[in-house]
Structures are given as C-alpha cells and as structure tokens.
C-alpha cells in the first residue's frame, strides 16, 4: 500500500483511451502488467491473452456472453464443486447438467450427458473449479486435456472453462504445463494479493472465435461506429482483449497489481512457498480439530476437508471445512458459532459458501431440505439444526500466505474454549439452585425506560411513579433512528456509540431533550429537544410515514423532517440516519408484537415426561395450551417483549464467575433491563437465575406475567458510559448460560389484567422503586424430576 501511494502521488496517469503523455503512460503500464500476470501464471502470450475484469464472475461472465452469441448457443456441465458464480452461466445454456466426479469420468471417458437436441448443433462449455472453495479438494488440471484427446477422434468440441480462484490464492497456477488445456481460465487477484480488487479472464487463444459474435460493444472496443441509416461498427481487431475490455480499464487498480507482484514476492518468495507453507498450516488445523474431544470421548469436529498428506499435500488445498457436535453429538448452530468468532476476533465464514452442490453433497441436503430451510429464513446455511438434527451449512477456515502457526494454535484454542465440554453438562445444571430460602423478600431496585431505541436509558427516579401499559413501560422504546440508505433501525450492536444518545423525559416542558455525551466539533449542537405530543398538529414538526426494518421485521414508523433533529442525530453518530416515532395503537405494520416465549430449558418436563417423541429429531407443534402464544402482546419498538426484568442477584452470579477468569466486572446496565430486582433491606438474596422458573409475579399492587428469558447476543459487550465494546460478559454467559445454542440472561414479562376494576377506573397501573415483588407462581420441579434429557430427545434438539 506504501509503494502505491507512492507511486499514486508522484507520477499523473490519465484515462488509457487519449493522446496525452499521462493516459500513454497508463497504457504502457497496462501493456506491462499484463505480460506481467501472464508470466505470474506462466502463460505464453503468444498462447493467450488477458483480459482485465472486476473479478473472477466477471470473467465467468464475459465467457457466457460469448458462448451465447455462438450461433447455436450452448450447452453446459459443470462439476459439483463449483462456485455458484460458474452455476450461473447455465441460465443462458440451452441445457445444464450438474457432474459429480463418476459424473466427469464418464464424460471424459466419451458418454454425452446432453439430451440430443433438435435444433442446430450448440457449442459445449464444461467447467470446473482447480479447487474446491469450500474443502479445499483439488481436481485434475488435466480433465481438459482428457477431453481433448477424447474428442480427437469425434466431432464434438467442448471448451474448457477452468475456475482457479481458490486454487491460485495459495498455489502456482502453471499454464506452461503440457497437461494444461483449459481455454478459459478465471482467477481473483485480491485472493492471492489481498488488494487490488480486480480479477482476469485467461483466454487461449485458440478459442477466441468464442467471442467473434458477441453483440454488446463498449467505448474502446471499437474502431468505428455508424449510428445514421446503416447502423455498423467495426470492432478493434487486434487483440481480444481490446474487444473484451469495455469502457475505461480500471487503471490505477491494474498499475497496483504490478506493485503487488513485486511486494508480494518479496514478503513470500515463491507461489510454492506459499503453497508449502499454508499445507503444513492446514495440516496442524486439520489435524488439531480432529484430536479435540468431549470429556465422554465423543469428538467435537466433523471435518469436511481431508487432511493433507505428509506425502502428497498437493490433492488439497489450505481450506479446512468442518461442524461442531456438543457431547450428546447435536450440532452446533453456525449463528451461535459465529457469535461467538467474531468475538474472539477470528474470521471465518459460516454457511452455504457459495458452494451449493458441493454443500448439498457434503451434508446429505435434499433439495426439499434446503427449500424448507430458504422458506424458514435460513440463508445460505445461517443457522442450523433448528428442523432436523441436520447441520444447514458449515465453518470453513481458510489459510493464506500472512497466517502463521500462532494463528492456527489461536484458532483450536478458541474452538477449545467454547466448544470442548471437559465435563458433560447435564441440563439440570442450567436452572437455579433451590434453597431453602427461596421465599426471601424482593423489590424493585431500579426501574428504566428507554425512549429511543439502543440509546442511553433514562432512569426513573425514586418516589416517582410510572405507568405501565399493555406495550411496556410508558415512554419505553417509542422512538428509533432509521438510517437513511438501508431504512434499518440502527442498533447498538453495529452503532456502539449510540448508548452516547442520552434521553431525559422533561414533562414540564413536554419535550424529550436528548443530549450527546460524546465528543462533538465546536459548534455543533450538543443536545436536541423532541416534542412529547405524538400530535403532529400541535407543533411544527412535519412527519412522513416511513417504512423501515427493526430486528428483521418490516414496520411503518412517523419519521421526522426537521433537518434540525436528524442532523443533529446524524452528526453526532457519524451516520446518515432519521429519528422515527412509533406510537401505540397502531394497527399491520405500525403494530409489533410480542415474540417471546417460555424457552425448553425453563420447563419441567410435563409435556413430554413418560412419552417418548414418535419421531425422534422431529419438531413437535408449538404447544397449543399456551395463552401467552395465543395472544401475544402489542409492543413497541424493544425486540421482543413489552418489558425486561434482571436481579442484581444473577448478575452478581455472573460478575463472580468473570472476576474468577481475570476480567473486570460489568455493569448491570449493560443489560438494558427496565426493572432490577434485589433483595429488600436486611434480607438474603434470592438465588441466582431463579427468575427462569418464575411465571407470575407482583409489583406492588399489580399482577405481571413472565413470558420466557431473554436471549442475548453480543450488545450485552457495549458498555453503556464508554460506548465501547469488550469481550465480557457475552463470554463468560456462553460459557455458562448458553443452551442449545442461545445464550440466555433475564426474563421478558408483561403486566397481566388480573381484575375488569383496573380498567374501568382508566388509569393505567404504576409500579415506583422500592415496590415489592412478590413471586406468585413458579415453575417447580417434581420430587424425582430428573431433567436430564438424552441425546435425540426433542428437548436436547432445540
Ligand atoms: C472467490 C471465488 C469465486 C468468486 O470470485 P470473485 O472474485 O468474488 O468473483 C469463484 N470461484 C471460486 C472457486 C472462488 O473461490
């Protein structure tokens, strides 16, 4: 990057299609870089030529707007591996077919996959991937060659069109190899550089008549163009490559794939070094994965990728794909796996990777399957297992040139971390200890409400009162900032700094002043007041309605003109967003309604006690006798329930286990709870998490009920003064409080009409700090209550 900037600020290159010195500079260099990559593949130029493309589909895409144009068009097979970028060309063929490895030898041994055909006689592409991108399995440079010599001897011609994207990231592509016969090659540099973005097309050029026909021409392809009564053009005849190459080259992004050969060379030597070097990285991770055990002997990983041979490390490359089992052989989610990735700074991908049937294959996915799981949400493989015990996608780890041994030993201490069970976990783990002391007294610690969604709180204070509706708090999550481009509403996750936004609730003055507690250019406002009455006429504040996304889910939202409120959002974040208004009482898309449910782990097993599932791995109905799910409750703009509750005890729990490992404790705010409960004055706590057994409970006078714990993700890291983020306390609550792939803290609730008389007098309940709480009903577990389900029990499954 040094020596592009270098480069970039001491020399002028102009636009490669004019006369002046600068674009002829830009010529030359293009002129330059190109034999230059052409020698990087070791290709003969007098063999083929190079087209510059945006990247490696691009080139797949040139080929197919060639072999379109041929007058019969084409028909095209394609190996199983290949890239979903190279499956795309068959929706210009006239015929596809999909080639598993039996598939490609008997193609290779002279059988046509193609129905035979009634019109005209198509031309005959066949591609394949050099590497598979998704296990790292190498397939013969030679398959071209093959069908070649095959069809010395017939009439039919079938081009080659080989996908080195994978491959030529970590290895010597070698066009010189007498075996080589592809002729169309396509390759990533970014993949193999790390920068610039650009990718080629290598042509043969024995098979440039491909493109003789193509219609499309762009500015610099052509000599002449007439545009009167004879509409003619007369393309460039020269070389292909000025034919392919529409429009303006990306110059400085070519003249940096020259600095990027030389600095590469010079940090890595050769693409064999490279190659040994990533193989025996791949090897320890290989071999790393396979040795990781459950303390009850059952292994962690499933491993997709073959371990490379000490002998022949050429059959595979430095892709290692894998699935992660739980001690009871369940798989893990990739969601979860993710999570918890990103956390630990590692970067892998999870999912389908671009890899369809290779995907299909490796997992045994029918197409119903992965229809089912698109029609579930679940794309490209983002969460699995949630139907059958079936993983949906997988982990791939992929090793490059910059990796070092210290990387891989990073990665398997990671997965060792969260995914190593040292002692098989019994589920009964997971509930509250029960203590004789259960009945302890409890209030209402801190009760908070937060106007706008993934902003700062506002607490309330002591002594006040505060009304409970049927969505939640009062003035709980009524606004959101939208950004302008996506139409998503922001969220701390991605925005940290918004816990910066602070809300103060002014009644006297009706207005919601929110103010910046961070850092702000002079001059630009610091705070912003937004009038409380949702009644537009009221003041000069325009609204539109507006739609927007909040947690996945389309809604209709009153979004603020005034320049004044959305800049000063806008400035303060650093991101182009609008403040929304989302009132109650709404109706379809300006409605949201409560999601959450009473979760596996927080039942006693009654349902299914004594009566084995008749289909083992099989989704039993959601249970008809919950109310709760009968009628979810309105909520506003909060996630999914009108009101989130925590105990000072559990977090006090979690802060000891954290301490333990070194870290420093959080703060309960972290949590974003509306009501803290603790132990009232002068007496013991209540265990730790016994909220996940509570069902109804009072405050006060007033009667809630509990609607299932709360399931975190990694926002719980940001914390709430600082705007940043750590690694704690989502760490530590994986460890400790995830099941069955979701990581649980606190509970949801909502106030429950117990009598008509709360409604008729019109006022809507109020609980203040200090109220009691009393515990009405509780989950109990029976005497002999073994909640221990095995393996392939509905409750271990979800
Ligand atoms: C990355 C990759 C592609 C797509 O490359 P782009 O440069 O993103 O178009 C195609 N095939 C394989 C094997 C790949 O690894």
């Known amino acids: 990057m040094d020596a592009f900037a270098k480069d970039m600020t001491s020399v002028l290159y102009g636009n490669p299609h004019s006369g002046s010195s600068p674009s002829q500079l830009s010529s030359s260099r293009i002129d330059q870089v190109r034999v230059r990559l052409l020698d990087f593949f070791k290709a003969d130029p007098d063999q083929y030529d190079l087209v510059f493309v945006a990247n490696a589909t691009a080139g797949v895409k040139l080929v197919v707007e060639g072999m379109r144009s041929l007058p019969g068009g084409y028909v095209f097979a394609y190996h199983q591996a290949c890239h979903t970028s190279v499956i795309g060309a068959r929706e210009e063929a006239h015929q596809s077919v999909c080639l598993d490895n039996t598939g490609v030898r008997s193609l290779l041994d002279g059988e046509d996959p193609f129905k035979p055909t009634t019109s005209g006689t198509p031309a005959r592409l066949f591609a394949y991937s050099a590497q598979s991108h998704m296990d790292g399995r190498r397939y013969p440079l030679s398959w071209a060659k093959e069908l070649k010599k095959m069809e010395a001897q017939s009439s039919s011609r079938t081009l080659t069109l080989l996908d080195a994207a994978s491959l030529s990231a970590t290895s010597q592509l070698d066009l010189s190899d007498p075996q080589f016969a592809a002729d169309f090659v396509v390759s990533s540099l970014y993949k193999i550089f790390g920068f610039p ?23 610099g392809t052509v000599d002449v163009v007439l545009c009167g009564d004879e509409q003619w053009h007369a393309p460039k005849s020269y070389s292909l490559h000025e034919r392919l190459e529409d429009g303006t080259l990306p110059f400085h992004n070519i003249i940096a794939a020259d600095i990027a050969i030389s600095i590469h060379q010079r940090l890595f030597g050769s693409m064999d070094q490279i190659s040994a070097h990533t193989a025996y990285l791949s090897r320890e991770l290989c071999r790393g994965l396979h040795s990781l055990r459950h303390a009850n002997g059952i292994p962690v990983c499933h491993i997709y990728s073959e371990t490379p041979d000490d002998a022949a490390p050429i059959e595979t490359g430095p892709v290692v794909s894998f699935n992660i089992r739980d001690s009871r052989g369940l798989w893990i989610g990739l969601a979860e796996f993710e999570k918890l990735a990103i956390l630990r700074k590692m970067h892998v991908r999870v999912g389908g990777v671009c890899s369809p049937a290779g995907l299909a294959s490796a997992l045994d996915l029918q197409p119903w399957e992965m229809k089912r799981n698109l029609s579930a949400g679940i794309r490209c493989g983002e969460d699995s297992g949630r139907f059958t015990n079936k993983p949906t996608g997988i982990i791939r780890a992929s090793l490059g040139a910059m990796n070092t041994k210290s990387d891989v030993s990073r990665f398997l201490a990671f997965v060792q971390e969260f995914f190593v069970e040292e002692e098989v976990r019994a589920l009964t783990q997971f509930s509250p200890t029960r203590a004789v002391d259960a009945t302890t007294n409890i209030q209402v610690k801190t009760i908070t409400v937060y106007p706008i969604k993934s902003c700062s709180g506002y607490t309330i204070p002591s002594g006040v009162r505060w009304e409970v509706r049927p969505e939640g708090l009062a003035w709980d999550r009524e606004w959101c900032l939208v950004h302008r481009g996506s139409g998503q509403a922001l969220s701390q996750k991605r925005y940290p700094r918004m816990a910066l936004l ?3 609730l002014l009644f006297g003055d009706n207005v919601l002043r929110v103010k910046y507690r961070g850092s702000t250019p002079k001059g630009q406002p610091t705070q912003v007041d937004i009038p409380l009455s949702s009644d537009p006429s009221h003041f000069d504040i325009d609204f539109r309605q507006t739609s927007s996304r909040v947690c996945g889910e389309n809604i209709s939202a009153q979004s603020y003109r005034s320049k004044d409120i959305n800049d000063f959002f806008t400035n303060s974040l650093g991101v182009p967003c609008m403040l929304a208004r989302f009132p109650a009482g709404g109706r379809g898309a300006s409605s949201r309604q409560s999601k959450a449910r009473i979760q596996k782990h927080q039942r006693t097993e009654k349902t299914h006690s ?6 083992p791995g099989v989704p039993s109905p959601p249970d008809s006798d919950s109310e709760q799910q009968s009628q979810p409750g309105k909520i506003l703009l909060s996630n999914e329930s ?17 301490m333990e490992t070194g870290e420093s404790p959080v703060d309960e705010s972290v949590f974003r709870a509306n009501i803290v409960v603790e132990a009232s004055p002068g007496q013991r706590s209540r265990p730790a998490y016994s909220e996940d057994m509570w069902r109804r409970i009072s405050i006060g006078n007033y009667s809630f009920k509990l609607l299932g714990a709360c399931q975190r993700c990694q926002m719980v890291c940001v914390d709430q003064t600082t705007g940043e983020r750590r690694q704690e306390p989502f760490v530590t609550l994986a460890k400790t409080r995830r099941l069955n792939g979701k990581v649980y803290f606190g509970t949801h609730m909502q106030h429950e009409q117990l009598r008509q008389s709360e409604e008729l007098d019109g006022l809507w309940p109020t609980i203040q700090v200090g109220d009691a709480v009393v515990v009405q009903e509780e989950e109990v577990e029976e005497e002999d209550g073994e909640k221990t389900p095995g393996a392939g029990s509905p409750d271990a499954i979800f």
């Open 502 to 504: 602070q809300p103060l």
């Open 197 to 219: 973005d650009l990718g080629v097309l290598i042509v043969r050029r024995s098979a440039e008549f491909v493109f003789d026909q193509r219609r499309y021409f762009g500015g």
């Open 610 to 615: 004594g009566q084995p599932s008749p289909f």
């Open 642 to 658: 009108p009101i989130l509750m925590i105990s000072t005890s559990s977090v006090e729990m979690l802060n000891q286990t954290i």
